[in-house]
């Protein structure tokens, strides 16, 4: 925290928006809240994909089930964000992470769940009948045929959430929790804009990122989608 | 991660915080506070709909402005409705004020409307389109007569998005210096009140829900023989209730394949 005590110049001292001198100065600040970004937002979103794993199997077996997990994730993800993360953090340590973590995990899983759902409604009907003639079970239907052809739907999830996950965690800077939101508020606490725009710009990229690696990802693993094109 | 069930702050502490009349009254009294919030909201409704409707018509009704729409759309989700109000509060012709919040909030409002008006109004039937131009309709009727009366239900199902994202987004107002139900929040933080920022919340989180409730009945109102049974017209979109402009096809095996018309997402809540 020493760069804090140093006395401001140039650009600084201007509190310009765009500004070398800040990015050099506070170059551990900002680097600390990016890392840390990342690791919530990457934990948060390996974490929804495992929680939708039991809720898809659940909502495959039953048109009504379905209904009824896409209806909860609804109520969840209709919450707004900064009431859902004060609303279970009495329940954790005040100032862990792990409370905004399982609230963005909540918000996930309409997302997801929504995409995997049509993705496999999707899947042709007469495909899953030759899987079935061909003798195979239950199991081997999901893991074989029916999930690797969802696969693109369920990656256009991921991407939306993956952005979304990285919006939505900078609101936990206002109570003063995870990484670019934090830098953000404190920017504006102190009224240094270097540090809201250094801050709003991160947030952005690192959602577009976000992007760019799944679509390069869906990309990579489905290739038939861009062939039939 | 630690599990801490302190008798101080638990969800029920904020219930009896919610139970003291002194919470709800006066000029910090969550009734002022939900109050301006909802107007707040209204005003920023308001503008995003005179916006976004008449330009999702009109792009809609020639089909150009496509990727456009969609590109501003997914930025709309990439940016953080929180970095939007502080930048705009840091700006000199804004500053922390009322009118602050409401175009911030504005900004987020757009897109659903915006990518739902579009969506609908280009989706219009090409032979309804030729058959209302047969029958001697000019292009402003088709317009209005045609094309806005088809699109409704999918520009409702928008506005109500927007609505309850912009909703949810005011809460935030308070701090860029709204008195909105964000206050009681980030005071009872500062000072570790944990009952209040609870009860709070449990208060912000039920007006939501409600108001996603009521606009989804607007929304069925507006849309013409909604399917299925009573619940699903009550439901809301999210909850599998008639705001989804079509449901996915049943997955069991051997079912007929009407296939499903994909939902525009849901953006970001704030």
New interface residues.
């Given amino acids: 925290m020493l760069s804090a005590l140093v006395v401001p110049r140039g650009c600084l001292r201007d509190n310009a928006w765009i500004c070398g001198e800040y990015l050099t100065s506070r170059k551990h600040d900002i680097l600390h809240a990016l890392t840390l970004h990342v690791e919530l937002s990457a934990t948060a979103l390996a974490l929804s994909l495992v929680v939708a794993i039991p809720l898809t199997l659940i909502g495959?077996r039953r048109?009504w089930l379905?209904?009824?997990v896409?209806?909860v994730?609804?109520?969840v993800?209709?919450?707004?964000?900064?009431?859902?993360f004060?609303?279970i953090?009495?329940?954790?340590?005040?100032y862990?992470n792990?409370p905004i973590v399982i609230a963005l995990v909540g918000?996930a899983q309409?997302?997801l769940l929504?995409n995997i759902?049509?993705g496999?409604?999707?899947v042709?009907?007469d495909v899953?009948?030759a899987a079935?003639g061909m003798g195979y079970g239950q199991w081997r239907l999901l893991t074989r045929v029916q999930l690797p052809l969802a696969l693109p739907a369920i990656l256009a999830g991921l991407r939306?959430t993956s952005?979304?996950t990285?919006?939505?965690l900078?609101?936990g800077?206002?109570?003063?929790r995870g990484g670019l939101?934090q830098l953000?508020?404190d920017?504006?606490q102190q009224?240094l804009?270097a540090q809201?725009?250094t801050?709003?710009v991160l947030?952005?990229a690192l959602?577009?990122a976000y992007?760019a690696v799944l679509l390069l990802v869906q990309r990579l693993t489905t290739p038939w989608t861009r062939a039939a094109r | 991660m630690t599990l801490r069930l302190a008798p101080t702050s638990k969800i029920g502490d904020g219930f009896s915080w919610l139970s003291h009349g002194s919470s709800w009254t006066g000029s910090g009294g969550l009734l002022h506070l939900a109050g301006r919030q909802l107007i707040i909201s209204a005003e920023s409704l308001a503008l995003a709909l005179v916006v976004a409707v008449p330009v999702g018509l009109a792009l809609g009704h020639i089909r150009k402005g496509g990727s456009v729409v969609t590109a501003l759309g997914n930025l709309g989700r990439a940016v953080p409705t929180i970095g939007i109000l502080i930048l705009l509060s840091r700006i000199g012709a804004f500053g922390v004020r009322e009118r602050t919040a409401v175009i911030a909030l504005a900004i987020f409002g757009l897109p659903p409307i915006l990518t739902n008006t579009y969506t609908a109004t280009a989706a219009v039937d090409d032979d309804t389109i030729d058959a209302a131009r047969g029958m001697g309709m000019k292009p402003g009727q088709v317009l209005t007569r045609v094309e806005l009366p088809l699109a409704l239900p999918l520009i409702a199902a928008g506005v109500r998005t927007a609505a309850v994202q912009v909703f949810a987004t005011a809460t935030l107002a308070s701090y860029v210096g709204d008195a909105t139900l964000g206050l009681p929040i980030e005071a009872g933080n500062n000072q570790q009140l944990y009952d209040q920022v609870v009860g709070t919340a449990v208060v912000v989180a039920v007006l939501a829900l409600a108001l996603d409730v009521t606009l989804g009945r607007v929304q069925a109102l507006l849309t013409p023989g909604s399917p299925g049974p009573v619940w699903r017209r009550v439901l809301p979109a999210a909850w599998g209730g008639a705001g989804a402009p079509r449901r996915p096809a049943p997955m069991d095996a051997g079912a007929p394949e009407p296939l499903p018309t994909r939902e525009v997402e849901k953006p970001t809540v704030g």
């Fill in positions: 495959m048109a379905r209904s009824a896409l209806g994730a609804g109520v993800y209709t919450i707004p964000s900064l009431a859902l004060v609303l953090t009495p329940y954790f340590d005040f862990s792990t918000y309409l997302l929504r759902f049509t496999l409604a999707e042709p009907a899953v009948d079935q939306v952005v979304s990285v919006a939505l900078s609101i800077g206002l109570l003063g939101g953000l508020y920017g504006y009224e804009n809201v725009l801050a709003l947030i952005v959602a577009l992007d």
